[in-house]
């Protein structure tokens, strides 16, 4: 296991590690905001009673107790990944990748991903479940699975329909129909 | 063969809708409905809570109905939008103003979730169809409690600094009906809101409470084995199966709220969707299919349709604002 | 054995040609249900039930019953190929299931889950026949009370889950029950963090958040870590490969985790509420805390797969104790088949079983028999979904991803949630990213609520008094199972550190030599029939000396 570690960060060495320097980690920053978020929480916790008038619990001590219990272990979390800079941010992730082969990071397909899911979720009502599914995986497909055009499009085709029909056709569970009739 | 049958059916039901829609023509309401064509969409049928609970049966059941006798003729999509005691279902149903053929069924819900959330509706905003049905609820105690009369409940209880009582959801029917019995009996109480029958159920069973009010249908069977016994009903009149529990009126309580289980379209139906689903209910309500829906679950019949329907919740929703207002729940 | 020919009686009832075929077609039904993620087995019953009405209730009960056990058998096809559970019952056999088939092991892991699954029906099936009456005196005294310290003892498990990084994984687990705070209070109906939003009103539900936590989520991460670019080849999968069925030590390593997991599934899935979860989990970090290899758990142990599908099935099973007994519904599914006796006119209640002996015994029976043709059918479609393994991981993205956004939707057509699953989706990803435990959060989102409201209610009962827990009988023994549990690995650790010194004792002072422990010693301490071995109850060194032959 330390051996995949330790080629992962000889074969990497600015990703994610040494490289970052005195910037603060991705994870700091992460972390940073999970911090702001809860502080915001935290407030709004002490904002409600946390007894009722009957003097039993009320709505606000779990939040209270919650949100300062957060505030605190996020401190904590924070100055240690500052401390260890960021010597054991990657680590984490890469005890369960051992014996995959090390393919590099790929942080602009994953964007690319989320904001392909972001659009598909917009246009999903309107243009309905089958047609904005297609768009979807036609357009992924075509980004990840170059080249296979017909191989793409029948998958892009068949998925949505297949969900379509097993969800709404068969147990009415409600999809969107959109631009093409419900049926 | 089935396109002819909707055909015919589609015939008949225009039949049925062309002079009705003749009588309604001073609604005012401005119809982009041609009288002729209604209903001519799939219908979007909104149950504003989850599966397995009173008002997805009752409005399954319906659906039923409707289906078997062919009374609508284009589909029927039925959708859980459950949430927020309802809140999500109907606001679903205030966003599609306008509509004809958005409908949704009604429950205690309907009153006291704009009550105490901010929801954008009140059922005023909603256009009423008709309601069907009350349901009433009945105050349990543990079968082994020595108690066995509202009285000697009444005794016990003041004696006591405080009893406690269980009941389904923080602001709901359950609670107002135990404030009302509190109040008509001399009685504090110590109100224990529990999100499911289930739980509630157990709590009075393991004895972590000294009462509970629970729905007829499911408690029935706790009776009949003595694990629970009935001390009084909240209903109008006693109920056939259990001819010796008396009712709130007869006991000198009145006034006592039931869940009005009735039906509503989205706000600003156009007038001759409002007269076609009247007219429907009408005949679903006339079914022995309906009338042996509401023996298996025991339910009031209670009809009235349209404004006399939003006027019985009027009444309920005005004595459930005074009650949460003297206890200082609003 | 009166019981017994119930059962059988039942068993001989339902077994027409008709039903088989319902049951068959309920099993199939089920476990296509199950597969879309969202949908569990609450959704696979309600959306079937309008089917039954049509049938007698026999025929009725039947095909619901399929339905229950197909739908969640489902929800564990996904748990373990696509990481992606359908239901928080089924967390757990992420845990392990996942790795498995990201090693190649999808067939043997799905057939494992399946004779796991099979097992525990069996044990529950027994259980519930024999002793059903027994067990409903110990289910009805389950109260708010309870029910909380039940509930606790599910979140003590969580420090088994939450993997090496003890800090991010309680980080993990907070931010759950803060993500559990959202919606109206049980307490007195106020609002909490819904930022006037009635579509938060009720909730953030568990099952958005599940599937962008997981599905989502680790499709995210795989696509940075450039799993599209892999070239994995796994064989193909059936039924006759010889990488199909689990191997001999597969079956060594489950064998005790599948009957532990069944009868504390059956336990515990007696208390409304949590049960199938809180007994999943429970089921998980005892075989993790005995087990030998701990280190091999959440990396593809086949008994952290086979412990928690057994407890989980072990669970419904116990869960029909009350609703057959008490008429009282002890989860969500169960609570919808309450509400389908009352449509066929049945009075659930304690006299069910009693009034309608055909009936409760035909559902009794037909749990069993969904259990048997669960096995049989998996069989033959386990090397369809265990395919799914070699889809290219570039192609199978996108389709997830679809799957997870469309089975989203359908389960409440709520906007709102399929944007939560999408956000969970990148919250995934970073938790995954930088070590939090995603499970910790979603097992906190759904014990959160109920420890909240169970506590709350207590206090209510109790006038604020925190001794009403060692007032009620019931919740004395809950607690001192509770502090057993806890203790049990110290004292265990203890008790085998002294037993071991007692033994070596004994054989020195036989011996007259002083001798390190040896594994010999340490191997009689297995067999209690060997002369050298000490009682474990009746432990002190001392005494040992005293009773020494010398």
């Not at chain 1, 964007?111 to 309905?128: K, P």
């Amino acid at each position: 296991m330390s051996s995949a570690v330790a080629v992962h960060r000889t074969i990497f060495p600015g990703v994610g590690h040494a490289g970052w320097g005195r910037r603060p980690s991705a994870k700091t920053a992460f972390l940073g905001v999970v911090l702001v978020l809860f502080i915001g929480y935290t407030e709004m916790a002490f904002r409600m009673d946390w007894v009722t008038q009957a003097g039993r619990i009320g709505p606000g001590f779990f939040p209270r107790v919650v949100g300062g219990l957060i505030i605190a272990i996020t401190l904590i979390a924070l100055v240690q990944s500052m401390r260890v800079a960021s010597e054991d941010s990657g680590a984490a992730d890469l005890e369960e990748d051992v014996g995959e082969a090390d393919l590099g990071h790929h942080p602009l397909v994953m964007t690319v991903t989320v904001v392909a899911s972001g659009a598909f979720i917009l246009v999903l009502l309107s243009l309905g479940a089958i047609v904005a599914g297609a768009l979807f995986l036609f357009g992924m497909l075509w980004f990840l699975n170059r080249g296979r055009w017909v191989a793409n499009i029948v998958i892009s085709v068949a998925t949505p329909l297949a969900l379509y029909l097993i969800l709404q056709t068969g147990l009415n569970a409600g999809l969107p129909a959109g631009i093409i009739p419900a049926f | 063969m089935r396109k002819k049958m909707k055909l015919i059916v589609a015939l008949s039901v225009l039949g049925l809708v062309v002079p009705l829609a003749g009588c309604s023509e001073t609604g005012g309401n401005a119809t982009e409905e041609d009288a002729a064509s209604y209903p001519s969409e799939e219908l979007d049928w909104t149950i504003a809570f989850g599966p397995g609970g009173g008002n997805d049966i009752m409005a399954r059941t319906l659906v039923n109905i409707i289906q078997q006798y062919d009374l609508y003729p284009e589909n029927i999509r039925l959708e859980n939008r459950e949430g927020g005691g309802g809140a999500t279902g109907w606001g679903y149903l205030l966003n599609n103003s306008g509509s004809g053929y958005d409908i949704s069924t009604t429950s205690g819900s309907f009153i006291t979730t704009p009550m105490q959330a901010d929801t954008g509706w009140t059922y005023e905003d909603f256009t009423p169809v008709g309601l069907f049905s009350s349901d009433d609820a009945i105050f349990t105690l543990n079968g082994d409690n020595p108690i066995n009369t509202w009285e000697e409940w009444v005794d016990y209880a003041k004696g006591e600094k405080s009893v406690v009582v269980g009941g389904i959801g923080p602001l709901n029917v359950d609670f107002i009906l135990h404030a009302l019995l509190a109040e008509a009996g001399g009685y504090e109480i110590e109100y224990v809101p529990f999100n499911d029958e289930g739980q509630l159920n157990t709590a009075l069973l393991s004895h972590a409470l000294d009462a509970s009010v629970n729905n007829t249908g499911s408690i029935l069977g706790q009776f009949e084995a003595g694990a629970m016994k009935p001390l009084l009903y909240t209903g109008i009149s006693r109920l056939d199966v259990l001819p010796d529990v008396p009712t709130g009126e007869e006991l000198g309580i009145t006034g006592l709220p039931s869940m009005p289980r009735g039906m509503i379209l989205a706000p600003d139906a156009p007038k001759v969707a409002q007269d076609w689903w009247i007219a429907t209910m009408k005949k679903v309500v006339a079914t022995p299919e309906w009338k042996e829906y509401l023996d298996s679950n025991y339910l009031t019949e209670n009809i009235a349709w349209g404004d006399d329907f939003f006027d019985q919740v009027k009444s309920t929703s005005d004595d459930f604002e005074t009650v949460l207002s003297d206890i200082g729940a609003l | 054995m009166d019981i017994f020919n119930n059962l059988a009686q039942g068993i001989i009832t339902i077994l027409t040609v008709q039903n088989v075929l319902l049951l068959l077609a309920g099993v199939t039904l089920g476990m296509i249900i199950g597969v879309m993620p969202g949908l569990g087995p609450t959704a696979g019953i309600a959306i079937l039930l309008p089917v039954t009405f049509g049938m007698d209730p026999t025929g009725a009960i039947i095909m619901l019953a399929a339905v229950y056990y197909g739908s969640m058998y489902g929800g564990t096809i996904t748990s373990v190929l696509i990481n992606t559970p359908g239901e928080s019952a089924t967390v757990a056999s992420t845990f392990d299931g996942f790795p498995l088939a990201r090693q190649g092991r999808a067939g043997p892991a799905l057939v494992m889950a399946a004779i796991a699954s099979f097992i525990a029906g069996t044990i529950g099936v027994i259980l519930l026949s024999a002793f059903a009456p027994m067990v409903a005196s110990i289910a009805r005294t389950f109260g708010p009370p309870e029910l909380f310290l039940i509930v606790v003892v599910g979140l003590l498990t969580l420090i088994m889950i939450i993997g090496k990084n003890r800090i991010l994984g309680i980080l993990s687990a907070l931010i759950g029950f803060a993500l559990a705070t959202v919606g109206i209070d049980i307490g007195v109906g106020e609002q909490r963090y819904t930022f006037g939003s009635s579509e938060l009103i009720s909730g953030i539900d568990f099952v958005p958040v599940a599937i962008g936590l997981f599905g989502v989520g680790e499709i995210l991460y795989s696509l940075w870590r450039g799993a599209h670019k892999e070239h994995l080849d796994f064989g193909k999968i059936s039924i006759k490969g010889k990488g199909f069925w689990p191997t001999r030590s597969d079956f060594k390593e489950s064998n005790g985790a599948m009957v532990r997991g069944s009868f504390l599934g059956f336990f515990t899935g007696l208390a409304p509420g949590a049960g199938a979860t809180v007994a999943s989990l429970m089921s998980y970090s005892l075989e993790k805390s005995i087990s030998k290899k701990p280190e091999r758990f959440g990396k593809g142990a086949m008994a952290g797969l086979a412990g928690p599908e057994a407890a989980n099935n072990g669970a419904s099973a116990g869960a029909m104790v009350p609703l057959l007994t008490l008429g009282i519904p002890g989860s969500a599914a169960t609570a919808v088949l309450l509400a389908a006796f009352l449509m066929w006119g049945l009075q659930p209640g304690p006299l069910l079983m009693e009034q309608n002996p055909d009936f409760a015994w035909g559902l009794i029976a037909s749990m069993y028999l969904g259990n048997v043709a669960l096995l049989i059918i998996n069989i033959f479609m386990i090397p369809t979904f265990a395919n799914v393994a070699r889809v290219p991981f570039r192609i199978l993205a996108p389709i997830i991803i679809v799957i997870c956004v469309l089975g989203t939707f359908a389960v409440h057509s709520s906007m709102v949630e399929v944007g939560i699953m999408l956000a969970c989706g990148v919250l995934g990803f970073f938790m995954r990213r930088y070590g939090f435990s995603p499970a910790a959060l979603v097992i906190a989102l759904v014990l959160g609520p109920l420890a909240e409201e169970s506590l709350r209610q207590t206090m209510i009962i109790s006038g604020g008094n925190l001794g009403i827990f060692i007032e009620r009988s019931a919740s004395m023994w809950i607690l001192a199972v509770m502090v057993a549990l806890i203790a049990l690995p110290f004292v265990s650790r203890r008790i085998t550190r002294l037993a071991a010194m007692a033994v070596t004792e004994f054989g020195r002072r036989r011996r007259g030599t002083p001798v390190e422990p040896s594994p010999e010693a340490q191997d009689s301490l297995g067999s209690p029939g060997s002369p050298g071995s000490p009682d474990l109850l009746d432990l002190s060194g001392q005494k040992k000396d005293v009773n020494s032959p010398n």
